[in-house]
């Protein structure tokens, strides 16, 4: 395994447009689910199904879950320290509401990990995701790794969107991305701490030296499992603390990308669930 992909966020990257992307790339949705199967996780179903965003085909995924007389389709999966019900408005800001729901922290699932009958490298990878989340939000909260209670992170659809990345990309063969500038999204998110500015701190703190960009487009399009997988995959060798690029330098770099991605003889496009001025796609492609 030692094969690169490129990743255009021209309209951010949460897990679930990672997945979908993967798939749309050329990983069998049956080989995922099977693969799925060593975690022992119930009380969900997957949703697969080829959609357009804005003229843009692609990939819609998410993880639809049950339990404690509700559903809950997974729209975007936002990592905010909260739950599982969510419900989403769009009308100027983009505003997250959630409630009640199980909490695992840090060790419950990196144990669930672990015992797993999964690959050496898959196990490393989404260890390593988790590791990078649970020390951003410790550091956002000061408080330990092993004190961080992942309210939604602990929650099934995270831990597929994390190992379930991995698992697509042993698939394929790949080791690591080269992401585009990361199209941030502002507005507002409401999590059970309150409101808070978008990029969340965690999410701006797994961001460190990762060029960035806003435009006037309302939502939260980097969420916090998105930032995680750019953190624990990018092949850019982003350094916190390094100098940001001007403006300029990440306008020319991202019309860079969109050009090789739109002439990329094979890529895979994940449909993000919100409707926005711009297709809400992520886009993995073949340099």
């Not at 255009?8 to 689910?33: E, H, Q, T």
């Not at 990592?79 to 009640?100: L, R």
């Not at 394929?172 to 199209?183: A, C, E, K, M, Y």
Request: hydrophobic letters at 40%; one cysteine or more; aromatic letters at 6%.
């Amino acid at each position: 395994m030692s094969k690169l992909l490129h990743g255009l966020c021209a309209s951010g990257i949460s897990g679930n447009m990672m997945i979908g992307a993967l798939l749309n790339y050329g990983v069998p949705f049956d080989y995922f689910k099977k693969s799925l199967a060593p975690l022992n996780l119930s009380g969900f179903s997957l949703i697969h199904e080829q959609r357009e965003k804005l003229g843009v085909a692609g990939t819609y995924f998410d993880v639809k879950l049950k339990g404690k007389g509700h559903t809950h389709t997974h729209s975007h999966d936002g990592v905010h320290f909260h739950t599982h019900t969510h419900e989403h408005t769009h009308d100027g800001n983009h505003f997250h509401s959630h409630a009640h729901g199980e909490r695992r922290n840090y060790p419950d699932i990196k144990a669930l990990i672990e015992e797993a009958p999964l690959s050496d490298w898959v196990k490393e990878k989404a260890l390593a995701a988790f590791l990078n989340l649970g020390m951003a939000e410790a550091k956002v909260h000061n408080t330990t790794l092993e004190e961080v209670h992942f309210h939604e992170v602990g929650a099934i659809d995270c831990i597929i969107d994390i190992v379930g990345t991995m698992i697509c990309l042993e698939y394929l063969g790949v080791t690591g991305i080269v992401f585009s500038p990361l199209h941030l999204g502002q507005g507002k998110v409401k999590c059970e701490h309150g409101l808070m500015d978008i990029p969340t701190p965690a999410t701006a703190n797994l961001l460190e030296g990762v060029p960035t960009y806003v435009t006037p487009v309302q939502g939260e399009l980097v969420t916090p499992t998105g930032a995680t997988l750019v953190k624990t995959l990018n092949a850019n060798g982003f350094q916190p603390g390094a100098a940001a690029p001007t403006k300029e330098e990440i306008q020319m770099a991202l019309l860079s990308v969109m050009d090789k991605a739109e002439k990329a003889p094979k890529k895979g496009v994940g449909l993000g669930s919100m409707d926005l001025p711009i297709p809400n796609v992520f886009t993995l492609f073949e340099a």
